[in-house]
Structures are given as C-alpha cells and as structure tokens.
C-alpha cells in the first residue's frame, strides 16, 4: 500500500507537471503558426507587418489562457480564420470548449457556430473567393471535427480515471479496514493464549509461593517465598497491561508507570535474593535524564540481569551508570559463576539483545557486548541525553 501510494504522488507529481508546461507550448505554437502560416493570396503583402506579428501574439496568449476564459481566444479564432484562413487557432478553441465548457450546452451551440463559420468563408468575404468551397472539408476536419474528437476521448478518459481513482481509493481503505480488524484479531488471539498459560502458571506459582510461605519453618526459606510471591504478583500486574493493550490496542496511558532508574534498586534488590552478589556504583556527576533515556537504562539493566540468571547462574555482576557529556553509558559486567550453572536454562527467544539494540538506536546510542576481562560478560550501553522528548 505504501509503494501504491508512493507511486500515485509521483505520477500526481508528473501530471501537475505536464499540466504547467502545456498550456505555454500551445501558446508558443498558435504564436509561431499565426506568423508563418498567413493567407496564401496575403502572404507577399502582409507576412512580416507588425500588426501581424502583434496579432500573432494576441493569439498566443488566448491560447496559454484558453483553460481560464474561451471568449477570447473564440473570438481570435474567427478573426484568424476570416481573413487569413487560419485554422489552428480555432482547432485550439474547439478543444478548449469541449473539454473545458462549464456547460455542455455551451458545445453543440459552438460546433454549429464554428462549423457555419468556416464553411461560409467565402460567402462572408468581401470579394467571394470561391475556390475555397472546394477546402471546405478540409478546413472543417481540421478546426472542428478533429479537436472535437479529441476534446470528447479526453472527457472519456478523464471520467474513467475518476472512477477508477475513486474505486481504487474506496480498495485501499476497505483494506485498511481488513487490515485492522486481522490485526485486532490476532492481538485478541495473542491475549487469550497469553491468558490461558502464561498467567495460568503465574497466578499457580504464586499460590504455590504464598502456600509455602505460610507452611514452612525456616524464616529465610519464607523470606525467599514471600519475596517469590511478590515477583509474580508484580508479573501478573505487568501481564495484565500488557494484555489490555493488545485487547483494546491502546497505550499504556493510564496503567502503572514504567519503571525509571530510580527504581533500578528494587531490580538489584530481586537479583540479590535470587543468588547474584550485585553491586551498583555510579561515575560521574550525576544529573536528571529524560524519562525515554531511563526506561532504556532501566531495560537495558534488567535484560543484562536475565541473562546471567539464565546462562550463569550465581556470580559477582557490577551494575555502572557512567554520566558523561552528552550521554548515559550502562555497564553491566558479570564475573565467571561461583557455583554449579543452572541444570535447566529458563527458556528464551533469543531476542532480547535485539530488542534491545532496537530500543537504544532510537535513541540515537548504541550496545557492544563481548567477553569480560575476568572471563565473564560485559555489556556496555550508551545512550544519547540530548534527545529530549524522543521515546523509544
């Protein structure tokens, strides 16, 4: 659709184009041909006078002007034609007047006028010169029949495109629609898969937390299932926003806010009880970002952690946030696992580096990851402070 819509613009482009340059090149041509083709009985005595030349002229510019006002160049075209058996300037206000007529009335009344004229030319002169009757078809092919046809193919073309303008106009939207509503459907699809088993399981696991949380004895095996409980309530919460988005595909106005680098001590605070020894340290002075800048440091922490949750396990991670000119630059660097890996890796799509690159970039920064200089990994996020108002 966009290529079909680009493609109208540039042919929209070219035909306002064409419709610039027309009106000048037939001016230009019903000037020259009012000089060079002069009355063949006149043309020794009057071919180079300058009242010719300014007629020439005149006739011109009613011909540039003959989409704006026919009378004149009308009026011009019988002057021509009397008495110097000048056609073409009558062949252009034929055109004009059949496709350019506020009223169709208006054409059958000029083809019989014009036709009359020209073949009554030798009746109208003062001296009668007879041999042009036997021209008479000639002159009327040329100044009435010709440009009448011409003038009713261009009517005819014209209504078809509009037609087909307004039919391929009425396709596109009526795609549109079918668009939206396929993707309605397959967000509302998503969201009742999403609800059926991801928030299923959620909503189990915490039971199963607050169940064990009641029922055992040990404070510490408690305070991990309380703190367990309060990760998959959090979960369920952030699931239900996201599932009255992709239901009524809306924004999140109006939901909880997303989360900001002010909160990024309760994100180390749920890696630090799940195994890691996180420490946070901050370089720099620091500053307030804009909103878009720390929800993508925030992200950008919390990919880093899953990761080493994911694939490591229990390991030392340093948390930086380094305040520079210009830029916020994250660095999450993890040291090799202390202990045993996790036997069963949690299950991922392998996007969130993507995604995550993706959200930078439209910040105007950029992500590098790579092994860490201790045998671990490091990432290392550089976000752009200067695009203020820019929302990933």
């Known amino acids: 659709m966009q290529s079909t819509s680009l493609e109208r613009r540039v042919l929209g482009e070219m035909a306002r184009g064409v419709d610039r340059v027309v009106p000048w090149a037939v001016g230009l041509a019903v000037a020259v041909l009012s000089i060079i ?22 006739c011109g510019v009613a011909a540039w002007a003959g989409r704006r006002g026919r009378w004149p160049l009308i009026a011009l075209g019988a002057a021509a034609w009397l008495p110097f058996a000048q056609w073409h300037v ?51 092919l040329w100044a009435i029949v010709l440009p009448l046809v011409a003038g009713l193919w261009v009517n005819a073309r014209r209504q078809v495109l509009t037609v087909l303008r307004e039919r391929t106009e009425w396709l596109e939207r009526e795609q549109a629609v079918r668009a939206e509503q396929a993707r309605a459907q397959e967000r509302t699809r998503i969201a009742r898969e999403m ?17 064990l949380e009641v029922s055992v004895q040990d404070e510490r095996t408690a305070a991990e299932m309380a703190n367990i409980r309060a990760t998959g309530r959090e979960a369920l919460a952030n699931l239900r926003e996201v599932l009255g988005v992709l239901r009524t595909s809306k924004s999140l106005d109006g939901h909880a806010p997303p989360p900001m680098l002010t909160d990024l001590d309760r994100l180390l605070g749920q890696s630090r009880s799940a195994g890691l020894r996180v420490r946070r340290r901050d370089e720099g002075e620091p500053r307030p970002v ?23 396990g229990a390991c030392d991670v340093d948390v930086v946030l380094r305040y520079l000119p210009g830029e916020l630059e994250v660095i ?20 969130g580096l993507l995604g995550l690159r993706e959200r930078v970039a439209l ?28 929302s990933p």
């Open 37 to 58: 083709m002069p009355d063949p009985a006149q043309a020794a005595e009057t071919g180079a006078e300058p009242g010719r030349v300014l007629f020439a002229v005149a």
């Open 90 to 140: 009558l062949t252009v206000a034929t055109y004009y007047v059949v496709t350019a007529a506020p009223s169709r009335r208006l054409v059958p009344a000029y083809i019989a006028a014009a036709a009359l004229l020209v073949s009554a030319r030798p009746v109208l002169l003062p001296h009668g010169d007879r041999g042009l009757l036997e021209e008479a078809g000639v002159n009327l």
């Open 195 to 211: 609800h059926d088993v991801v928030a299923h399981r959620v909503s189990l696991m915490v039971l199963h937390a607050g169940a």
């Open 290 to 312: 804009p909103e878009a800048v720390q929800r993508a440091a925030y992200r950008v922490v919390q990919e880093a952690l899953t990761n080493v949750h994911k694939h490591v």
């Open 332 to 351: 999450v660097d993890n040291g090799p696992p202390v202990g045993p890996r996790p036997a069963q890796p949690l299950p991922g799509g392998g996007l």
């Open 363 to 390: 910040l105007g920064g950029r992500i590098r990851t790579g092994p860490g200089p201790e045998g671990g990994f490091t990432l290392v996020a550089r976000l752009s402070t200067e695009r203020i108002g820019e």
